[in-house]
């Protein structure tokens, strides 16, 4: 047994071969090959280049690389695996497609990233029931390309083709949450694989009803933990019927005020719209630049509605009049799909059009959101702030929520310029707080916001999730130094 | 300090004058002494007839009375209370309108009622928003009715005046829940006093956003917990445009079959139905008795939209279509105030219709819900079964979601009768969780589906529940004998 111990510390290391740059600790040789005998060698990494890719996510968190990396083919190899890390002390770091914003794969005490990427199944669909049952290995674009024909689709979108299990896991939205809700409404049961290996279903084994009251919210509990409480291993949804037609549309406003007043009253007329994005005017620069169009340098809406012929015309009708009475200008719309994606580019090309501003830079995403009524305030104040430090930034927002995101550029090989874009999103995030918004409506807290989330739900809150984490995670081993 | 002493034994009761028939403890002179402290001596109450009043809700569980019943005018109050019971171990249970359905208000081991509807503000509205904060004394019929001229709603509808707060303790849901969802998904904060009198605010203080990634979510850890985590005493909720037009509709189906199909492929056609109700043949015959009306005595639905004149002509069309398809007969429709009254009356007299059958006879509802494609299966069991246990039994239905409830009638003289009674709510449950259900999808678990509860969510599940209970309430005192 001797030989399974995980050796801590860099002197007890008993296999130095693949111990590169940037790692926490090591692996005995022991606990090596206890991994292989649960998932097969072939499906256990320890090559720099498959750690180092394992250590990052999309944002500008240091890479910090897992002593291994394991890819496991069933839920079963899970269960062995967290058994294994469980009893030998080791942190294990779930990985879906790696495309999280705040740090949520960075192994930072090392240990062993679970990529559950090969489990891909669509394991079940009940297109009556509205549910379907996936893997981890499943993105959202798989999964809505495999429901093309059942008249079925599912609508959050956080841009990137994240793994549908990695969504729930880090409690994602996007730009269709104003109607369709966010992964936290779609999520009817999670198969999760707790620290010790035990199997929990959080709705039950099997189970895909529409609503429940009984017991505690498990599910819930578990949609947004980042992989800190357990390794989800399925993910049951809920589907929505697909648009019978979608019109998109856009127009500029004066003024931000003016762009969030049309939004608010949209909202209270209850036009059922899809989708509501806010670009600044210098995202709009920037998108008018990379994708050589000319649409006017203003604050601007992008809107997109879903229903039948007749529906659309009128929820067109009266998205166009509000705008209208609150200034818009410039008020297009499309129908054919065509046409669409022309219009909607500006809004799905903005990061690369706020990276190619400063070409060499890398893009850095924060997101906050607020009551809806505040973002005005906000959003002048953030454009402010961003004249004054003197970062390059653009904004974009899901503005039907209250949530936004502002793109900041950074020179990677410049300490004090990333320092800066870190003071500004923890200043942006404090901003938030402070007209009683949270410090983030979709990106989760990974690492680069831990602090903000004790300011966000005071001590007593800090001290309950804690408790949570405690409880579900005795040995602090599920993505150690993440959200607390 | 000893005077403070619960006595938990009749052998110890220092002051007997009050203990009644049912009491299972008795309090100290010095503990009442220092509850009168807290709240002033006439917001104390151990009188019987008080004490039975709150020791029982509309259910059939027999009533157990608290030792005392306490009136707090504010959230320090209570948060003094539960210091109080907290540090001699005697529980609490929260008390709202006493409306549940599954003996969630019986007090098994004794102890404080802490009865919060003195606690009635409605505390800050935020139009623009779209949200709401309000105290426990605050109803849904009250809220609506201050919301009146503000253009806006809160459509969850259990049926009962229910307090919102208690409300969101039971996870409530109702004739709505199909297209704005239930309490899970409207609410935005809760403002919870933990068992040691620490105050909570699940999404921290004074916050009330729509969306929110940051850190575990305890507001919906706390939503459906039925007061055995802490006492709720403030809830934000999301409030939603009041609709411009409402048309209701009803039709009658040959079989339950058609009914469900035609809920299915009205979902299916994005149809944005507001309420789609199922009562069966045996209720629509009671209905007809009792409002002396002559609707067919068949499977029917009563439906209603929400939307602008336009919108709900198209609505209307489409389920028309759809349920003609289906075989429906007597479509009609009404859309003035006073018709579409008259067109639900059935469905709001049910229940009284349903005593009507047998009087003298006390009515016993228990839900459960289903994938909606299983509701034909269980439905038709369920009608068989009622048939073959000699009850007499009527069915109505939250169609939309697959949840429904059979109401039974029972001679509160006859122990064998409750008995069986409370043996088919059992057995009904256990078709549910057969068929990949819940055995409850908005009552609650209560008292009476403990043993379902854990059959629903199995081994790991039921353990999982059992441990957040020990973290969030460790002496065991908040609500004791319910959900687990």
Chains 1, 2 share one sequence.
């Not at 959050?156 to 939205?173: F, H, N, R």
């Not at 919210?217 to 949804?237: K, M």
């Not at 916001?449 to 804690?466: C, D, F, I, N, S």
Request: proline share 5%.
């Amino acid at each position: 047994m001797a030989s399974l111990l995980r050796a801590t510390t860099w002197g007890l290391c008993p296999w130095r071969g693949y111990c590169s740059k940037g790692t926490q600790g090591a692996l005995s040789e022991g606990f090596v090959a206890a991994l292989k005998a649960v998932v097969g060698p072939p499906q256990v990494s320890m090559a720099a280049a498959v750690r180092e890719q394992h250590g990052q996510d999309e944002s500008m968190h240091r890479c910090q690389p897992p002593d291994a990396v394991v890819w496991p083919q069933n839920v079963d190899q899970v269960c062995r695996l967290a058994a294994l890390c469980y009893c030998q002390g080791v942190p294990i770091i779930p990985f879906g497609t790696g495309t999280g914003l705040e740090g949520g794969v960075c192994a930072v005490q090392g240990g062993v990233c679970i990529n559950l990427t090969h489990m891909d199944r669509i394991v079940e669909l009940n297109p009556e029931d509205f549910s379907v049952v996936v893997e981890p290995g499943v993105t959202r674009k798989a999964l809505n390309t495999h429901l093309w024909d059942s008249g079925l689709w599912f609508p959050v979108d956080p841009g990137a083709d994240a793994s549908l299990c990695g969504m729930a896991a880090t409690g994602a939205s996007g730009t269709n949450a104003v109607r369709y809700g966010t992964m936290r409404e779609n999520v009817l049961n999670l198969e999760v694989v707790l620290p010790d290996g035990r199997l929990l279903h959080t709705a039950g084994p099997g189970r895909h009803f529409r609503k429940s009251a009984a017991g505690y919210n498990l599910t819930g509990l578990f949609v947004g933990s980042e992989g800190t409480l357990g390794l989800i291993t399925a993910t049951t949804l809920r589907l929505h019927p697909a648009p019978e037609a979608t019109v998109a549309a856009t127009c500029a406003f004066p003024s931000v005020q003016a762009a969030v007043d049309s939004t608010v009253h949209i909202l209270q007329a209850a036009v059922p719209v899809a989708r509501i994005e806010f670009l600044d005017d210098v995202m709009m620069d920037a998108c008018n630049r990379h994708n050589k169009l000319n649409y006017s340098v203003a604050p601007t809406l992008f809107l997109e509605f879903h229903g039948s012929e007749q529906a659309l015309a009128e929820q067109l009708r009266r998205a166009e009049e509000i705008t209208q009475h609150n200034g818009a200008f410039h008020f297009f719309w499309a129908k054919e799909a065509e046409e669409r994606s022309r219009l909607w580019t500006v809004r799905h090309n903005a990061w690369y059009a706020v990276l190619a501003l400063r070409p060499g830079c890398k893009g850095y995403s924060t997101d906050v959101c607020v009551p809806i009524s505040r973002l005005p305030e906000i959003l002048v104040q953030t454009k402010e702030d961003l004249k004054a430090s003197g970062l390059t930034g653009a904004i974009v927002g899901h503005v039907g929520d209250g949530n936004f995101h502002c793109i900041l550029l950074v020179d990677p090989e410049d300490p004090e310029e990333l320092h800066r874009v870190e003071a500004f999103a923890q200043q942006l995030g404090r901003q938030a707080l402070a007209l009683h918004g949270t410090c983030t409506g979709e990106h989760g807290i990974g690492l680069g916001k831990r602090q903000l989330l004790q300011e966000e739900v005071g001590a007593v809150g800090v001290e309950t999730m804690r408790q949570l984490k405690a409880m579900l995670d005795p040995r602090g081993l599920m993505n150690p130094g993440k959200v607390l």
